[in-house]
């Protein structure tokens, strides 16, 4: 619930977010994707050769049997932009960056794989799910839970500008289901260090038989 202080009065509201909020966050995730899908068309026009080289020492040390991506990155890449919704969920910043961090996901999310279908076809298309798979599936679902709480966190904030407001309360049940997504994401690195390199070497076998 989140509590608001209106001329020494106490009003309810609840915090717990609305199917709009979701949505809202959800296309503007897909508005992200589809800028990420157009300009990984600019890339290969201005720096194809380049992007191509790099894309093709990412699956040498896929193809080694290694991770192309070391724990620590591994670290920032899943929780980066649920930890950074979760801070901006205690400030009314969060109103704008929010749905500006779902942009970004969705952009950097399609660029990866388009990126792969540019430079490689169809197979691309297959590497890029086999390199970014797991790790969509396990970021994508606690990043919008997380930025949505946290959307609707700071929108309840901007609602109250120029009144006197108390901190929004979060129960104990939405520490719980913050505590699962932590308890998914480790688990979700765990699987980009040891599954995500079989499946990338299964997927260059595959493309390279078709």
């Known amino acids: 619930m989140a509590r608001t202080t209106v001329g020494g009065h106490f009003s309810k509201r609840a915090l717990e977010p609305g199917a709009v909020q979701a949505l809202l966050l959800a296309v503007v995730c897909a ?14 026009e201005d720096a194809g050769e380049t992007l191509r080289q790099y894309l ?3 699956c040498q040390l896929y193809g080694e049997g290694g991770s192309a991506v070391s724990a620590l990155t591994a670290v920032r890449l899943y929780f980066g932009y649920a930890a950074a919704a979760f801070l901006l969920g205690f400030t009314a910043l969060g109103t704008a960056v929010v749905p500006a961090l779902a942009a970004a996901y969705g952009f950097t999310a399609m660029f990866s794989v388009a990126s792969f279908a540019g430079s490689f076809g169809r197979s691309g298309v297959a590497l890029a799910l086999a390199a970014l798979g797991v790790r969509v599936v ?17 929108l309840s904030m901007t609602a109250c500008r120029g009144r006197r407001c108390a901190p929004v309360v979060r129960d104990s049940a939405y520490y719980t289901r913050l505590l699962l997504c932590v308890v998914w994401l480790i688990v979700g690195i765990l699987c980009e260090q040891t599954v995500t390199p079989y499946l990338f070497q299964a997927a260059m076998q595959l493309t390279q038989t078709v």
């Open 56 to 58: 093709e020492r990412y």
């Open 31 to 44: 508005l992200g994707m589809l800028a990420g899908f157009w300009y990984a068309g600019r890339c290969r």
């Open 138 to 154: 396990f970021t994508l679902p606690c990043f919008l839970w997380v930025g949505t709480h946290a959307w609707t966190a700071s």
